[in-house]
């Protein structure tokens, strides 16, 4: 397939022409993505060409058949393409999680109760009308290697101290929204040295942090409280999949499936 790509754009007078008016002007050829203006700040359309789509439309050289998919986009127009996401866990065995505004969610009902064993719920509404508790992760750097977002992310959500820390990092790719988001990432586990982390961080708007235990992070999965497949049950399951399997970390780092590091985390 040819690795084509094209921005469509604005039209005299400052007018925004339908999509399917805009393809008109496109010569179709096979694997060529078209990209429309975004649609927000965050998101983006792009439209490719290839001949098994399920959807047909009139281009400037006949009709043929595409697909369509949603690009994120950072501040600056540039297509966010790999993301990641940490599971932290504490030197006492809990896990650091941090509380997101979903708004994609939100739309679905209010945040969830968390339960906690001998302990007194948190209701995620108190933090905002689109909680969603997490572990931490984002978007990787163009230039930044895997390893370092793992940890910028980390430390820009969770505030935790200058450390040694053991990562753990699943290096095949996931895509976690691959129908109709062009996302790829890879999830991975780090085990902490130093217990301190922040109540509360400022970035992305501010982020709530909290530490829960490994069972009350099983039994709010199980209650359906922590529902969120990319931010949550990806990381879970790789986490469990390493406590599950220490005997076996030799044979999955020969093939290739996880990267063990011994890493320092910087503020």
């Not at 921005?7 to 993505?33: A, C, N, P, R, S």
Request: hydrophobic share 40%; charged share 20%; glycine share 12%.
């Amino acid at each position: 397939m040819l690795d084509l790509c094209y921005t469509l754009g604005f039209h005299g007078g400052g007018t925004k022409l339908d999509w399917k008016t805009l393809l008109k002007e496109e010569i179709w050829e096979e694997g060529k993505v078209i990209r429309f203006p975004g649609s927000s700040y965050r998101h983006r359309v792009a439209v490719m060409c290839y001949s098994l789509g399920r959807q047909t439309a009139e281009f400037a050289n006949g009709t043929f058949n595409y697909g369509a998919y949603v690009e994120l986009m950072r501040p600056d127009g540039s297509w966010i393409a790999e993301g990641n996401n940490i599971v932290p866990v504490l030197p006492d065995g809990r896990i650091i999680m941090v509380v997101e505004q979903r708004p994609a969610q939100g739309v679905f009902g209010p945040p969830a109760v968390i339960q906690r064993l001998g302990q007194e719920p948190i209701n995620l509404a108190q933090f905002g009308p689109y909680s969603s508790l997490e572990f931490p992760g984002g978007a990787v750097g163009r230039d930044e290697q895997f390893s370092a977002g793992f940890l910028r992310e980390l430390q820009e959500e969770t505030g935790i101290e200058e450390q040694s820390a053991v990562l753990f990092m699943r290096d095949h790719w996931l895509y976690p929204a691959g129908a109709d988001v062009a996302l790829r990432g890879k999830v991975g586990v780090v085990y902490l040295s130093g217990l301190k982390f922040e109540g509360f961080v400022r970035t992305d708007g501010g982020l709530n942090v909290l530490a829960m235990t490994q069972t009350d992070i099983q039994r709010n999965i199980w209650a359906g409280n922590l529902a969120s497949v990319q931010t949550v049950h990806l990381g879970w399951a790789f986490f469990n999949e390493l406590q599950a399997s220490q005997q076996n970390l030799h044979l999955m780092e020969e093939l290739g499936y996880v990267t063990r590091k011994e890493v320092r985390i910087k503020k």
